[in-house]
């Protein structure tokens, strides 16, 4: 049995399908239109209401919500900003861009991201923002993060990429910090039809600076005015389209069920493999994860190496994201960290991602556990 990591063909299959799409998609396309506009209106309306926020401001990247949400926040040389070691590279690109220092800290062992004890131990008299990510889909503590910022007053910018629907008690994350940050980079959880992003926010000014910011530093409503040194940044509206279709048909939230579900399945079928394998948290009442990526945590390096090649040769996708964590890329060797990052270091040798999109079926799961078991007990 062939199992794939993501299949994006078989997720889109019915969407494409449908009249709605087929009919709004050639509308867009003949009216040439190709950015911003009417589309990226409604795709910001939709999106703002999922997240129960009073604004979204659409953009180019999920790099760029971030570059975009810290200058809204005057972040810039001087300022030190704490960011998680172990995450996409591109949360710690968002503060070097900056001219702001990036100061990497570790994670929680369990959860794979930030805690406020970790958070609250690395701040000093430079410290002016953090960006807690919640990495994999898993929310952070964001009620202990919150309460530790406002007390050094701290500002908070919630890197949510890999995390759109999760919630803590009902409460979307990237609603917590003064602005929360998406990706619709094609393979996330929401994903576009290209490259996109954006920036929520209950802050008028944040989203106002965010919107002139993204569109080449032009004053809101004023085309020829430019006042800030700006980023070209604004989000297609074939992909404001694509996505907004994707919202009002509620598929976002049926894939999120379906990927809780195969979370699940995963769980029942490696249960008896809980000695020496690590899985993810499930959601509580309180904690919903998302699983933009099932990651089981193996004993070493070695085991997780040779797991990893022995799914393959059997047909099935792994992936190791990230094997290096953010302070040992090049670009940061020479970078300050608080503490020891021993946490940071031990996932990047032993996580390991398994197939997870929300068309696996139960049959591809069973398969991915029974060859997982197979290599483990004859190690
Ligand atoms: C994908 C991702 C980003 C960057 O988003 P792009 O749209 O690829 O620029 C930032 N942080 C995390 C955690 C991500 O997964």
């Known amino acids: 049995m062939n199992v794939k990591f993501v299949d994006l063909p078989k997720q889109y299959e019915r969407l494409f399908e449908s009249d709605r799409f087929k009919n709004g998609f050639m509308n867009v396309v003949k009216n040439c239109g190709f950015v911003g506009g009417r589309h990226l209106e409604n795709f910001e309306r939709s999106f703002a209401n999922l997240c129960g926020v009073d604004h979204t401001v659409g953009v180019g990247s999920g790099t760029d919500a971030l570059w975009l949400a810290l200058k ?45 004890e970790i958070l609250k131990g690395a701040i000093t008299p430079h410290t002016k923002a953090v960006i807690p990510v919640h990495l994999y889909g898993q929310p952070c503590d964001m009620e202990g993060i919150m309460e530790v910022a406002d007390n050094f007053g701290l500002k908070v910018v919630e890197d949510c990429a890999q995390a759109v629907c999760a919630t803590i008690n009902g409460k979307h994350v990237g609603t917590f910090g003064q602005a929360g940050c998406f990706s619709f980079y094609p393979a996330k ?69 379906k990927r809780i579900n195969a979370a699940q399945q995963y769980h029942s079928f490696l249960s008896k493999l809980k000695e020496i394998v690590q899985l993810p948290l499930m959601p509580t009442n309180e904690v919903v994860g998302v699983f933009h ?87």
């Open 293 to 379: 990526l099932f990651e089981i945590k193996l004993s070493d390096k070695k085991t997780r190496n040779g797991l990893k090649k022995y799914l393959e040769k059997h047909g099935i996708a792994a992936v190791v994201h990230y094997p290096l964590p953010c302070h040992k890329q090049p670009v940061y060797r020479n970078t300050t960290f608080s503490g020891s990052l021993v946490v940071s270091e031990h996932l990047a040798d032993t996580l390991l991602s398994l197939p997870m999109h929300p068309s696996i079926t139960l049959n591809e799961v069973e398969c991915v556990c029974n060859t997982i078991a197979d290599y483990l007990t004859i190690l």
């Open 189 to 257: 959880n929401l994903g576009g039809m290209g490259q996109g992003g954006a920036v929520i926010t209950n802050d008028v000014n944040i989203a106002r600076f965010v919107r002139e910011m993204s569109n080449c530093g032009r004053k809101e409503g004023s085309w020829f005015e430019h006042i800030h040194i700006g980023l070209n940044s604004r989000m297609d509206s074939v992909n404001a389209f694509f996505m907004n279709c994707i919202l009002e048909e509620n598929l976002i939230i049926e894939w999120t069920h």
């Open 72 to 116: 809204a926040l005057d972040i810039g040389p001087g300022d030190e900003v704490i960011v998680p070691a172990y995450t996409f590279v591109a949360t710690a690109f968002a503060v070097t861009l900056c001219g702001a220092d990036v100061k990497f800290v570790d994670v929680d062992p369990v959860t794979y991201v930030l805690t406020p």
